[in-house]
């Protein structure tokens, strides 16, 4: 779901940060549409409840009310700007019912509370959950998000590894009139901690640089299915992606198989069902 009727700005000036993060970071059409699919063939039905943990603006919360008629939708951001960001947007995205099916709210993910409960899948893509760096920090998420899923809900994370994970580096997406710049600016190998920032650039020559920060640990596949499975999650599996005759992904994901390639840059799901 690109934002309707955006044209790229050419100028660092008249940009919007979260315009181009949408435009460039996220693909919710791609994520929705996966975790019907691997829902539907966990539990034989369709989910009909979603929560979009660390949601920013939405986005992926207001693709979950438009994908079905009675589909619901509950999204979580810590940050009050971020969430006037989400709610103002989703008055340009949705129709009146569609919004009578998404709450927004200004709350941290290990505190769902009620309305953020009984969910049939929750979400956290980007990597966000990553912003937990301990491991007490990250097994109290995952606590919680259990207990406020429905009885047999699943949890979807994304996961990005590989040995460019920890490299410091610029990595450069052209789109048609701006530049993505993902900066793995600093890691620490001591503590896997690592900081990270976008930046945009135009072609006038102009930047938005440091439009997002990040500061995260990077966490491993086993370190997080074994936390997972200590907080109680059943089944925590991985979803590999595909490759083309070329051998790069083909952006299709299936269970992993038990020799997954080595390869320098992954990036992967884990499906946790409670
Ligand atoms: C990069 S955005 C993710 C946006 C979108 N969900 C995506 O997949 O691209 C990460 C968001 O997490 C929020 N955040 C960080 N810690 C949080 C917490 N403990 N509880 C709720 N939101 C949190 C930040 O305010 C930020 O908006």
């Known amino acids: ?34 975790v019907d699919r691997v829902y539907r063939r966990l539990r034989g039905r369709p989910p009909r409840s979603l929560r979009e943990d660390f949601c920013g603006t939405a986005l992926s919360a207001c693709q979950w009310v438009r994908h079905r008629e009675g589909n619901t939708a509950v999204a979580l951001d810590i940050d009050p700007g971020t969430i006037a960001q989400a709610r103002e947007r989703s008055h340009r995205r949705l129709t009146e019912e569609q919004r009578s099916r998404l709450t927004l709210l200004r709350r941290d993910v290990r505190s769902p ?27 109290a998420y995952f606590r919680a998000v259990r207990r406020s899923l429905a009885p047999r809900g699943v949890l979807f994370l994304d996961h990005f590894g590989g040995w460019a994970a920890t490299r410091e580096q ?23 901690g690592i900081t990270c920032f976008i930046h945009f ?74």
């Open 1 to 34: 779901m690109p934002p309707t009727r955006w044209t790229q700005p050419t100028t660092a000036r008249r940009a919007d940060r979260w315009d181009l993060y949408e435009h460039s970071v996220q693909s919710v059409e791609h994520e929705v549409g996966l």
């Open 113 to 139: 509370g009620r309305e953020g409960s009984g969910v049939d899948v929750v979400l956290a893509m980007n990597f966000s959950y990553w912003v937990f760096k301990t491991r007490p920090a990250l097994l």
């Open 170 to 192: 610029e990595e450069r997406t052209r789109y048609h009139r701006f530049t993505y710049v993902w900066d793995q600016h600093r890691f620490n190998p001591i503590t896997n």
């Open 201 to 274: 650039e135009f072609r006038d020559g102009t930047v938005l640089r440091r439009a997002f920060r990040y500061d995260w640990r990077v966490w491993t596949i086993p370190e997080t299915r074994g936390l997972l499975h200590e907080a109680g999650f059943r089944r925590a599996g991985v979803l590999w992606e595909g490759t083309d005759r070329h051998g790069r992904g083909n952006g299709v994901f299936r269970p992993a198989s038990d020799r997954p390639e080595a390869c320098e840059s992954f990036v992967a799901y884990l499906v946790a069902e409670k």
